[in-house]
């Protein structure tokens, strides 16, 4: 859930003016529902595209136009249309992404734009992410969490076990490296999640981003231990070679490939390697914990744009795609975990044993925080791990100059 994301910073004043044109224009036309989506995977466009086709079928003076952008693209296309007074109806969007869109009133409130009994089949704790100030402006369409998986044939080969301590993990990556051409632990270094796979590490090691004030607690002595745990796999050579050479999705092809020993996931991977790499031995386990069980969870969330004239419509299309049969097709197909009540009863969260390993952590999950900024809040945090993956800083100086960018970008 990716995610992936580019500021929405430097649109801003486009995209109120956007805003204020469009909901006087007539550019949405009432019978059509434009609706653009994040690339989960290829059976994204797939899945939706059937849907669109079976409510197309029950409601023929209904056209669905279904647009799914890649996740490392979605938001510069986004806030291009919307620019351009071209935005969709609706979106589905990284949660996070909401309060910087609700700030310029770009998002209708969701509970006026739904039926009355839609929220109450939701999982309570999924529709956190998506109330901004009180107000809930999405539903939860696509949630995730993460978790460790590792390679079992070269844990084999080195004679190590499943780690569950940091130091654990240290030692089997140190001694997998040691291998030809094999890498003990994938650590990526460029474009999306580098700042998240700093988070699992802060929160395992018992720290927050931010503190009770609101200020940024990256280099608290809990962050810079896990800056620190990280900088000495770079350094003692247990990663890939240059992390900072290395996207998320690089990472994942080398563990695909065999090439890897360990690398934090989420459930999306899981299809992926049964089609892509069905010889491959693999485990999905819980995070190693120092002071703390930690994981990530993450959801997307379905808005509707104020400026959309198809609200009516809108209406009968979130009750079609929130219908238990296809919420539980959709998250199968594409590995995401549930947010529907009926759908995490399903036997399916409990028979797949690799799909159950990350619903498990949901128990002990943190969410990213939901805040204005986030984007150019995340630049910052990756250039300065990225300076500590090569060498330019200590973990202290580039995390203590980070965490004073963001509190001043934040006007703390």
Do not use: C
């Amino acid at each position: 859930m990716n995610r992936f994301r580019k500021s929405l910073m430097g649109t801003v004043a486009a995209i109120a003016t956007a805003t204020a044109i469009a909901s006087m224009s007539t550019a949405a036309i009432a019978k059509d529902i434009r609706f653009t989506l994040g690339e989960y995977s290829a059976n994204t466009k797939i899945s939706f595209e059937k849907a669109a086709a079976a409510f197309e079928a029950e409601h023929p003076d209904i056209d669905i136009i279904i647009e799914v952008i890649p996740w490392s693209n979605y938001l510069q296309t986004l806030t291009t249309d919307i620019s351009g007074d071209n935005a969709p109806d609706m979106s589905v969007v990284a949660s996070i992404w909401l309060a910087e869109f609700s700030a310029e009133g770009l998002v209708a409130p969701i509970e006026g734009v739904i039926s009355p009994t839609l929220k109450e089949k939701f999982i309570p704790a999924m529709l956190v992410p998506s109330y901004i100030d009180g107000q809930l402006m999405g539903l939860p369409i696509a949630a995730s969490a993460r978790a460790m998986m590792i390679n079992n044939d070269l844990y084999e080969q080195v004679g190590a076990t499943a780690p569950t301590t940091w130091e654990e993990l240290d030692t089997a990556s140190q001694k997998i490296s040691a291998l030809s051409d094999k890498f003990g632990f994938g650590l990526p270094g460029k474009e999306e999640e580098v700042d998240v796979y700093f988070y699992y590490a802060l929160w395992s090691f018992g720290g927050q981003i931010f503190d009770e004030n609101g200020k940024s607690a990256i280099a608290s002595p809990e962050g810079i231990a896990a800056a620190e745990l990280y900088a000495k796999l770079v350094s003692e050579g247990s990663t890939e070679p240059s992390p900072t050479a290395y996207s998320r999705e690089d990472v994942f092809n080398m563990f695909k490939q065999g090439k890897v020993g360990t690398i934090f996931t989420f459930p999306m991977l899981v299809p992926q390697l049964k089609e892509e790499a069905p010889d491959l031995s693999y485990s999905v386990l819980p995070f190693p914990v120092k002071a703390e069980k930690s994981t990530m969870a993450i959801t997307d969330s379905v808005m509707v744009f104020e400026s959309s004239d198809a609200k009516e419509e809108i209406k009968l299309f979130m009750d079609f795609i929130f219908e238990h049969d296809f919420r539980l097709e959709f998250n199968k197909a594409d590995g995401l975990l549930p947010v529907m009540s009926s759908v995490v009863a399903d036997p399916y969260y409990q028979d797949d044993k690799d799909i159950k390993a990350f619903a498990d952590g949901l128990a002990f999950a943190k969410f990213q925080p939901n805040v204005e900024r986030w984007d150019e809040i995340i630049d910052i945090t990756r250039s300065a791990l990225q300076k500590i993956y090569l060498g330019e800083q200590t973990p202290e100086e580039a995390l203590t100059e980070a965490a004073s960018a963001i509190d001043t970008l934040r006007g703390m």
